[in-house]
């Protein structure tokens, strides 16, 4: 097999890395960009640098892309990723990425399990049981989390398992979302094990008339998630007051979203849930007012809320 040639990338300064990464994030997260709008614009440029590396990594778990082409990608990436970290180039979003890592007391080793997640993805084509959506969790949303709290702000250390926990529940409230996307796919979100032990026939699912053993199926899922949340809530009464002011936005609209499967498990089967206009224009406003809340999730980690 011929070596494969090397990819020649223009140099960026640290301001245009910076500006890529946001480029990257506010097509990816556009609706959403506000949730950060309390921080001022160092830390938010920061946490952009971070969540590029998870939106580039989230890509290659798209498999509407062939697996030859998701394979060639991961490994341009992590290509980028060693060439900048350790021979010192400077291209593309990695310069912004080492910057912020430099700048916080952020382990490499939390970038190295949200570039794994892709390498997860490919390898096994579908998931077999819970224990591997939790995996994909813990490494796509776990790892964002866990580098993402230096940047918000620590006030109380020993929030690892809990920013794992939550990173976990965001990420898989996301992924159970998407099941509709996947209509003809599902065994490869809904865990192969679960679809035996639930008695589902993928043959004769019908989206517009789900039987109840797949209704049943997507409320257990909800169920596992939901519980990720409760044991991952406490993570606010770790961070500054700032930082629980973006937490609390950011799990107030995955939490909403997974409250809607749990209402209407029939209705994720045809769409994914949606945060609508007005809703989206509450939290923003209690965002902009300082009111944030994420309902019960916080409250039942911590005895209290922080709103």
Same mark, same amino acid.
């Given at each position: 097999?011929?070596? +494969?040639?090397?990819?020649?990338?223009?140099?960026?300064?640290?301001?245009? =890395?910076?500006?890529?990464?946001?480029?990257?994030?506010?097509?990816?997260?556009?609706?959403?960009?506000?949730?950060?709008?309390?921080?001022?614009?160092?830390?938010?440029? %920061?946490?952009?640098?971070?969540?590029?590396?998870?939106?580039?990594?989230?890509?290659?778990? @798209?498999?509407?892309?062939?697996?030859?082409?998701?394979?060639?990608?991961?490994? @341009?990436?992590?290509?980028?990723?060693?060439?900048?970290?350790?021979?010192?180039?400077?291209?593309?979003?990695?310069?912004? $990425? *080492?910057?912020?890592?430099?700048?916080?007391?952020?382990?490499?080793?939390?970038? %190295?399990?949200?570039?794994?997640?892709?390498?997860? !993805?490919?390898?096994?084509?579908?998931?077999?049981?819970?224990?591997?959506?939790?995996?994909?969790? !813990?490494?796509?949303?776990?790892?964002?989390?866990?580098?993402?709290?230096?940047? *918000?702000?620590?006030?109380? &250390?020993? #929030?690892?398992?809990?920013?794992?926990? *939550?990173?976990?529940?965001? #990420?898989?409230?996301?992924?159970?979302?998407?099941?509709?996307?996947?209509?003809? +796919? $599902?065994?490869?979100? *809904? &865990?192969?094990?679960?679809?035996?032990?639930?008695?589902?026939?993928?043959?004769? %699912?019908?989206?517009?008339?789900?039987?109840?053993?797949?209704?049943?199926?997507?409320?257990?899922?909800?169920?596992?998630?939901?519980?990720?949340?409760?044991?991952?809530? !406490?993570?606010?009464?770790?961070?500054?007051?700032?930082?629980?002011?973006?937490?609390?936005?950011?799990?107030?609209? =995955?939490?909403?979203?997974?409250?809607?499967? +749990?209402?209407?498990?029939?209705?994720?089967?045809?769409?994914?849930?949606?945060?609508?206009? =007005?809703?989206?224009?509450?939290?923003?406003?209690?965002?902009?007012?300082?009111?944030?809340?994420?309902?019960?999730?916080? +409250?039942? =980690?911590?005895?209290?809320? %922080?709103?």
């Amino acid at each position: 097999m011929a070596e +494969k040639k090397k990819r020649i990338l223009p140099p960026v300064t640290l301001a245009e =890395s910076y500006q890529l990464c946001r480029d990257r994030v506010r097509q990816r997260l556009g609706n959403w960009i506000w949730t950060t709008g309390n921080l001022d614009r160092e830390t938010r440029n %920061h946490l952009y640098a971070l969540t590029a590396l998870t939106v580039r990594t989230e890509k290659l778990c @798209d498999i509407h892309l062939a697996r030859a082409a998701r394979e060639e990608m991961l490994e @341009d990436l992590r290509e980028d990723f060693r060439n900048n970290f350790m021979e010192e180039e400077s291209t593309d979003q990695f310069p912004a $990425l *080492l910057d912020t890592m430099n700048q916080y007391p952020i382990p490499q080793q939390y970038f %190295h399990d949200i570039i794994a997640a892709a390498d997860m !993805c490919i390898r096994i084509d579908r998931f077999t049981n819970f224990d591997q959506w939790l995996q994909m969790g !813990c490494r796509l949303g776990g790892g964002t989390l866990l580098s993402a709290v230096p940047i *918000l702000g620590v006030e109380k &250390p020993g #929030f690892e398992e809990a920013a794992i926990k *939550l990173g976990q529940a965001i #990420f898989l409230t996301c992924l159970l979302n998407d099941i509709a996307d996947e209509i003809q +796919k $599902l065994e490869y979100f *809904l &865990p192969s094990e679960d679809l035996v032990t639930f008695e589902v026939d993928l043959r004769r %699912h019908n989206p517009a008339r789900p039987d109840p053993a797949m209704l049943a199926l997507i409320a257990c899922m909800v169920e596992r998630i939901e519980r990720l949340y409760h044991e991952g809530g !406490c993570l606010v009464d770790h961070l500054t007051l700032d930082g629980r002011r973006v937490l609390t936005t950011v799990v107030a609209v =995955s939490w909403s979203l997974l409250l809607k499967i +749990k209402r209407d498990p029939k209705s994720v089967l045809m769409a994914s849930a949606e945060v609508t206009a =007005s809703e989206r224009w509450r939290l923003r406003l209690r965002h902009i007012l300082g009111l944030e809340d994420a309902g019960d999730v916080l +409250k039942a =980690s911590t005895g209290h809320g %922080h709103s």
